[in-house]
């Protein structure tokens, strides 16, 4: 058996919270690869809305098991919380979320770090969410971590000091002021909670769960071109996106992926800095960002808006190995006579049709073909043959340009307002 991988295409926010939870009931296990509590999958079904930072978005069902892999950094604080508010909607954790030994701990500092860096920036910050996702990531890779596993052992203690210790230098060369002792005593409450979890060498479980028969769905965070290697650097997350990213998050091997679920908006979003060729800086920008709530789950900073970019959905298909597409929020276009779609990009004098390595120096000009809108409500269809032709022309057009099938149309927040298209392949 291999494992599914499910991804966003796209600058984050493209709704991917939403579709593991309708496809939760297909698979066996749901498992974080990448990220932290940077991320916000929201879920709405019952009439309330639900929003998950580190914790797999098929939690809420009964009938599998949600792990959190080794590539996930997790704040103990905000873990706390989440946990805290599944167990006041009857949730029960403890036999559903599995920790990976492996998945690195954000520390106090860490998020210290990410304010006094993102800080000395000035004009140039990058739109950090200074949850202390790069701090840690850096700490990672620079060999002085704390992992999950080191929670329960007798030096843990002093290894959290000796790292912190280290943060203070760092600090200290900020000139930044903080108030650790403020800090620590939440800090501290989440790792206990930890402790009440059950830990475990994800890639030993997983890859083993996969030789029993069970199906897996690899949940990823962010998107495609936050990637810290693909995505328009330096304006990215602190970690691999894109569907290699589920390899090593997991311990999967590259010839056990399977399926890969492509996410996208029918339009564009980012949150932060950074390029954005479709940016719409004027009144239907503003439309679609009030009509579409447009907000960041995590942050709350309103979305800066977009046509879709066809250029860049093809670089996202093209690194991930896209072999299903689900476009989500087509309701929010009802509102719209005609809606635009790039196709190309002016750039240094030529016309193209991929993504150049450097858009962040260099300008470049998105060249639209337009397309009927469907001016019709879509919140309220339940099938397939209920939805108007130029939403299905829309479809077709993408469809044709990405060379990719595009299986779920969703029409609504909620889990019921999931239309699945007639080549759907988790039907």
Known sequence: MSADVLLGLQWGDEGKGKIVDVLTPKYDIIARFQGGPNAGHTLE???????????????????????????????????????DAL???????????????????????????????????????????????????????????????????P???????????????LLAFHNYEYNLAELEPAFFEGIEVLKELQHIDSEQYINKAMRAGKK?????????????????????????TVTAGACTGLGVAPNKIGNVIGIFKAYCTRVGSGPFPTELNDETGEKIRQVGREFGATTGR??????????????????????ELMMMKADILSEFDTIKICTHYKFKGETIDYL???????????????????????????????????LKDYVAYIEKQTGVPISIVSIGPDRKQTIFMEHALVK
């Open 155 to 169: 030096a843990f203690k002093q290894k959290y000091d000796t790292l912190v210790a280290k943060h203070k230098q």
């Open 302 to 323: 309103p979305r800066r808006c977009g046509w879709l970019d066809l250029p860049a959905l093809n670089y996202a298909i093209m690194i991930n190995g896209a072999t």
């Open 216 to 240: 897996v769905l690899a949940e990823g965070a962010q998107g495609s071109l936050l990637d810290i290697d693909f995505g328009t650097y330096p304006f990215v997350t602190s970690s691999n």
């Open 87 to 153: 167990k006041k909607l009857g949730v029960d954790v403890s036999k559903k979320l599995l920790i990976s030994k492996r998945a690195h701990l954000i520390l106090p500092t860490h998020r210290l770090l990410d304010a006094a860096s993102e800080a000395a920036k000035g004009k140039d910050k990058i739109g950090s969410t200074l949850k202390g996702i790069g701090p840690t990531y850096m700490d990672k890779t620079g060999r002085n971590g704390l992992r999950v596993g080191d929670i329960t052992t």
């Open 356 to 390: 150049p390595y450097d858009i962040v120096d260099n300008a470049i000009e998105p060249v639209y073909i337009e397309m009927k809108g469907w001016k019709k409500d879509l919140t309220k269809m339940d099938n397939i043959d209920q939805l108007p032709v130029e």
């Open 45 to 83: 079904f019952n009439g309330i809305k639900h929003v998950l930072h580190t914790i797999p978005s098929g939690i809420f069902h009964d009938s599998n098991i949600n792990v959190v892999g080794n590539g996930v950094v997790i704040d103990p604080v905000i873990f706390k919380k989440e946990i």
